[in-house]
């Protein structure tokens, strides 16, 4: 198992940046698939951006191109969400998830406890 915690929310006024970052503990960080999601108020959880094991291969939900980076380091058991251009529909509390599967998109096993991002216009 590997347990995740997340950190680097706030408020932030559109235009702005935030990094968010996953600290990772338990089982071998590099095992695991990682990714971002977000959860806006009213609305249903989506996956944002995501980044596999070596960090070779990166997915990223339309909205976000050009303006999100996700990143890793396998040796700190960290992941980053680098977040630029930020607008308010980007609000939403931002989970980092785990999976044992290979692919960037499918289930997501481990959860941490999410980080507030607000943006405000």
């Known amino acids: 198992q590997v347990q995740l915690v997340e950190s680097g929310g706030g408020l932030v006024q559109a235009g702005g940046s935030l990094r968010l970052s996953c600290a990772a503990s338990?089982?071998?960080?590099?095992?695991?698939?990682m990714g971002w999601f977000r959860q806006a108020p009213g609305k249903e959880r989506e996956l944002v951006a995501a980044?596999?094991?070596?960090?070779?291969?990166?997915y990223y939900v339309d909205s976000v191109k050009g303006r999100f980076t996700i990143s890793r380091d396998n040796a700190k058991s960290t992941m980053y969400l680098q977040m630029n251009s930020l607008k308010p529909e980007d609000t939403g509390v931002y989970y980092c998830?785990?999976?044992?599967?290979?692919?960037?998109?499918?289930?997501?096993?481990?959860w941490g406890q999410g980080t507030q991002v607000t943006v405000s216009s």
């Open positions: 998830a785990a999976s044992n599967r290979p692919s960037l998109l499918e289930v997501y096993d481990y």
């Open positions: 338990g089982r071998t960080f590099s095992s695991y698939v």
């Open positions: 980044i596999s094991r070596g960090g070779g291969s990166r």
